[in-house]
Structure formats: C-alpha cells, structure tokens
C-alpha cells in the first residue's frame, strides 16, 4: 500500500526554504463565513461571552483544539470505505490491531472510543482511595478520571518549566529527582502508576526527552512500579527528540516513538490527536493478567475486544493515520508552522510560553493584560479580544478553567493566566496563520483598553465549559 511508504529517513529540500509550504494539496474543501465584526460583537453576546458557546459557524479560524479537528487523507477516506463493521474480528481491527502493535511493540491492545474512556478503563482499575499517580502533568480528563475513583494525583514537572527565562528544549520532562523519593516515601503497593504525557499538554505543550523517559523507567523499575505513556502527540514529541537531543539525529521519528515505548509498561492513546483522525482512543499493555482485567471492563462500557467504542471505518483511519504522522515532510510542516506562529507573536511583543511546543501557542495573558486582576479574568479577555477583532477561536487555561472559591467565596486563582491556540492538523495554511498573527497587532493596540469579565452564572464543576460572562 502506498501510506506504507511515506516514512523516510531523511528530511527533503523542503527544509532548506523559508517558506513553510503545505505538504500536501486540498481536494476538498469546506467554507468559512467572513462574519464582520459587528455580527461578532453581537454573537459573542449572544455566546456570554463564553467562546464554548459559539457556533462554529460563527467562527473565522478556530485554534479551540487540535483533538478530532485534523484533516483525513485521501488515503484514510479510501480507508473508511473499507471499513469492515463486523461485531467480532473484523478485517478492520486486525489492521488497527498490527499498526498499533507494530509501533508500539505492545502485545495487547484494546480499542475506545476516545482518550478518556482507555482512561476511565485503566486508571479504574489501577486506582481508587489510597492509591496515588504521579506525572510530569496530568492532562485534565486524567485528572478527573484517577480523582473520581477517590486516588491523589501529583504533577511533578521539570523545574525548568516554571522557569520563563530558561529556553530549555525540554521543559516537558519529569522531575525525576523528586519521583525517585516520592516512590521511596510512598512505597510501591500504593501507587496507581507513573504516567509521562508527551507533549506535556497542560504544561504548556512542552516535549519530553528520551533521556528523561530512560530516567523514568529505569525509576520506575527499581521501585518496581507501572510506567504509562501517555502518548497522544507522540509523533510532535519525537520531532523535538531528533532535532535537540544528541544522538537523535539520523534516527526516524518513527524509530524514536518506537524506542519511547519500548521504555514503558503500556500507554494509552487519544488518537484524536497524532493519528489524524476525528474520533478514536486505545489502551496497549505489556501485561496479561492486566489486560484482562481491563477487557472486562471494555466490554462492559465501550463494546466487544476487537472494536471496543470504535466502528470498522475508524479503525481503519487511525490505522493509516498511525502511519501517515510520522512522515518526515508532514512533521517538519507541523512543528516548523506552530512555532512560525509563536515566533511571530513573541516577536510582536506577545508574551508566549518559550520555547514554542508542537501543538498549540500558549499566551500568559496575565502579563499581557497587567491592568486586569485575576478574578477578572485576563485569559477570558483575551478570548473575547480575539473572537471579537479576529474571529478566532481560543481556550481560556487559567483562572476560568482552574480557580476555586475558598471559603469566603473569594477566587483562588490558577497559577498563570493561559491562553491556548491549538492548531488543527493539516487543516489551516500559512495565510491563515499569517492572519492570526495580524490579529495579533490589534489586540496588543487596544491592550490597555482591554476590560476584564465578571462571572454572572457558573455550574459547580467544569465551568469553563458552560459558564456565562459580562464585561467588566
Ligand atoms: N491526554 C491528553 C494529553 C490530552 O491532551 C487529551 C485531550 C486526553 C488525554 C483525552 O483524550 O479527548 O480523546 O478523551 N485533549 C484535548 C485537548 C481535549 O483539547 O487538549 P480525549
């Protein structure tokens, strides 16, 4: 099959231009509906100023995610028509099952629906009260699925990534001193499992180095205890390994996700991400006895072992997907167009998170907007800011998302004030990224004249998503 071939070994000329050109044709195309400002300022009314409650319609260019919003090849789409939908051992999943073995050398593999329901699955069974799961950060839905079931779940990020001076390449790593002692302190039979998310998403979408995965698998073993990846962007993650670890250099992305697996125990996969499809996940382990503990519970709550929350058709895409991101020019694309756009903005004096990581440009509005206080909410500002003159789409990661009432009800803010622009994969071109750094004039222009919101109607959990605001 052609997708089989597209892995190389070296980068091609493309790399020796200034132009960052697409690395691919568009051959079918879906518009998009020039709101004015005007009608923006009137949707974002009509929205409470909560971007989550836009239409999509009413967006210009949304950066909200980069998870299930990528772009399928022409090869997936052949592969989605033929998708076998056959309830036990379809062609489809002996194809997904040997990508996904092939890669990660994992012999077990079962299928969900999505991230969080491998998630669900895993850390259900290896959790509950007493027990307690340490990463470099867990991502939210890890969060909430090992807090759920009554476990402690501790990030301890690389010191570097509190450092906004440091222009360390990996400030995604792990703090691999601080795990040594927390499994000595904690003692193997209360910990749920150490898990290495790479990119670091909440950490500002920092990669991970091999040698801190070396580290934290060598760590693990003497303690004797689970190591997890947590391997959604595992392809953006290997990029950064081949161009600032030593050593890396003429090995394959591919090569280099295929060494990270062999580190740990298992990993757990949204394929939503780097496998380039819309919808899907996975659970792949190294143990038996493991894995069947947890097949019991994907047949109860995602479906039978050979689809789990999956239909023949994503099994299919992710298959290719799984192959087709680790291509040398769509990497080199990817990685080079995010920070091209980080670049850009922190050349314009936007205060970014930096080093730039693979999917997304994390903003510190806190700096940005000085003028605003916490409980006003500066990264909400810069959403609406960027809704409003843009019509772009962004994610309010600070006090929105993060803060708590203490028991005054006074806010407990998030440690930083973050906004993300995740880019979709192989969805946007170079002109309309040039367009967001454009935007990008106007909202440091009007920067002092920016006002901060007032929350008029939150729910009790995970009010980021639906809460309704007013400017200030
Ligand atoms: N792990 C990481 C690191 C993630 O970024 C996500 C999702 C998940 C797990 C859960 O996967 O959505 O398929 O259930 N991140 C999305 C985001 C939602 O916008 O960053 P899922």
Redesign the pocket.
């Known amino acids: 099959m052609s997708y089989l071939r597209l892995v190389r070994n070296f980068d091609t000329i493309i790399m020796e231009f200034k132009t960052i050109i697409e690395p691919f044709k568009i051959k079918s195309v879906e518009s998009i509906h020039m709101s004015t400002e005007q009608e923006r300022i009137a949707y974002l009314e009509k929205a409470h100023y909560n971007p989550f409650l836009l239409k999509s319609q009413e967006v210009i260019i949304d950066l909200l995610?980069?998870?299930?919003t990528s772009a399928m090849s022409n090869e997936q789409w052949a592969g989605i028509m033929r998708g076998d939908e056959s309830y036990a051992g379809a062609k489809s999943w002996e194809r997904l099952e040997f990508e996904i073995n092939d890669l990660t050398g994992y012999p077990y593999i079962l299928p969900t629906h999505?991230?969080?329901?491998a998630?669900h699955i895993l850390y259900s069974y290896l959790g509950g009260a007493g027990k307690t799961f340490i990463s470099n950060t867990h991502?939210d839905?890890?969060r909430a699925n090992i807090e759920f079931n009554g476990a402690t779940a501790i990030d301890i990020p690389t010191p570097a990534a509190k450092d906004r001076n440091s222009s360390d390449p990996f400030k995604g790593n792990l703090d691999t001193t601080k795990l040594d002692s927390l499994l000595a302190e904690t003692g193997s039979d209360n910990i749920g499992a150490v898990i290495l998310?790479v990119t670091n998403?909440?950490g500002g979408g920092q990669p991970v180095s091999m040698q801190n995965a070396i580290d934290v698998s060598a760590i693990c073993k003497k303690h004797n205890v689970l190591f997890i990846l947590?391997c959604?962007?595992i392809a953006e993650n290997a990029y950064f390994i081949r161009h600032f670890e030593k050593g890396y250099e003429s090995v394959t992305y591919r090569e280099i996700a295929e060494q990270m697996f062999s580190l740990a125990d298992g990993a757990?996969m949204?394929a939503?991400?780097d496998a380039l499809v819309n919808m899907g996940?996975f659970l792949a382990v190294r143990n038996e006895a493991l894995a069947e503990a947890c097949t019991s519970l994907l047949i109860i709550n995602e479906g039978f072992s050979t689809y789990g929350g999956l239909s023949g058709r994503d099994m299919e895409a992710i298959a290719i997907g799984l192959r087709e991101v680790f291509d040398a020019d769509y990497l080199n694309y990817r990685i080079k167009s995010t920070r091209y756009l980080g670049e850009h903005m922190r050349e314009k004096g936007v205060p970014v998170i930096y080093p730039i990581g693979g999917h997304a440009v994390y903003v510190d509005a806190g700096l940005l907007y000085p003028h605003i206080p916490t409980d006003q909410y500066p990264g909400q500002a810069l959403v609406c800011e960027l809704y409003k003159i843009g019509g772009i789409r962004a994610v309010e990661i600070g006090s929105v998302m993060f803060g708590k009432y203490d028991e005054d009800q006074k806010l407990v803010p998030a440690p930083i004030e973050l906004v993300r622009l995740?880019i979709p994969r192989r969805v946007y071109t170079q002109s309309h990224i040039d367009y967001v750094i454009e935007v990008f004039d106007e909202i440091i222009r009007n920067a002092k004249n920016t006002r901060g919101l007032r929350i008029t109607k939150e729910p009790k959990f995970l009010r980021h998503f639906t809460a309704h605001f007013e400017p200030m």
């Open positions: 995610t980069d998870s299930g999505q991230g969080r329901a998630e991502f839905t890890t998310t998403n909440s947590d959604c962007r757990i949204s939503k991400k996940g995740a």
